[in-house]
């Protein structure tokens, strides 16, 4: 009888141990760079410019899993000026993966190739709840059905710094939309947008 309970003991922590992994793989990525304690800004930004390697790595990837792990349980989902609140977290990895499969590469314009890339960083101008927002500012080709046949879309992920991990809480397809839109890959919204804005360094 005991050796059947140590044997049933086991099973279960065996069990319990393969649940934990699960959950944590769910789990946001956590930095080990970003302090769960409260940053300067200039230290804040410097983590953000870290985690955007990995962002640059699932857009080159074409894997939006980053952006649904890191999303908060409710997503803002903004197109130009409408917006769609409360959305969930696959819609931040769908964005993504659409954006990327869209993409006509071979369509250059003035910002270069068509393909789905990360642009700039940029920092909003506007706390929100005393937190600092981020940018990451992604473009890409598109087709479209008006003439020349593409258009430079712009999408810009918001993400905040919470307990050593950024969150996503909203996404903005084509911000200001028309041609204002590429004024984020410009950096040139001004002030009225950013405080801070800096063109995204590609890996060597």
């Known amino acids: ?7 049933g003991g086991a099973s279960l922590a065996l069990l319990l141990a393969a649940a934990v992994a699960c959950d944590d793989a769910k789990k946001p990525t956590f930095l080990p ?21 990995l962002i640059d790595e699932a857009v080159r990837g074409g894997d939006g899993n980053l952006f649904e792990r890191q999303a908060l349980s409710e997503v803002d989902m903004w197109s130009g000026d409408a917006g769609v609140l409360g959305r969930p977290p696959s819609e931040a990895r769908e964005s993504l993966e659409r954006l990327v499969s869209d993409a006509l590469p071979e369509q250059t314009d003035e910002f270069g190739s068509g393909e789905a890339r990360l642009f700039a960083l940029a920092r909003s101008s506007e706390p929100r709840g005393g937190e600092n927002r981020y940018w ?10 008006y ?12 993400f905040v710094l919470r307990a050593g991990q950024w969150r996503l809480p909203a996404v903005l397809h084509d911000p200001d939309a028309g041609p204002f839109a590429a004024a984020w890959l410009r950096g040139e919204c001004g002030d009225v947008c950013f405080d801070h804005w ?3 360094e590609e890996p060597s």
């Open 1 to 7: 009888m005991r050796a059947r309970g140590l044997l």
């Open 33 to 53: 760079e970003a302090s769960p304690t409260a940053l300067s800004r200039e230290a804040e930004l410097e983590s953000f410019r870290e985690f955007a390697g």
């Open 136 to 145: 990451a500012i992604l473009g890409a080709n598109r087709p479209t059905s």
């Open 147 to 158: 003439q020349p046949g593409q258009y430079r879309s712009v999408v810009a992920y918001e």
């Open 198 to 200: 800096e063109r995204w």
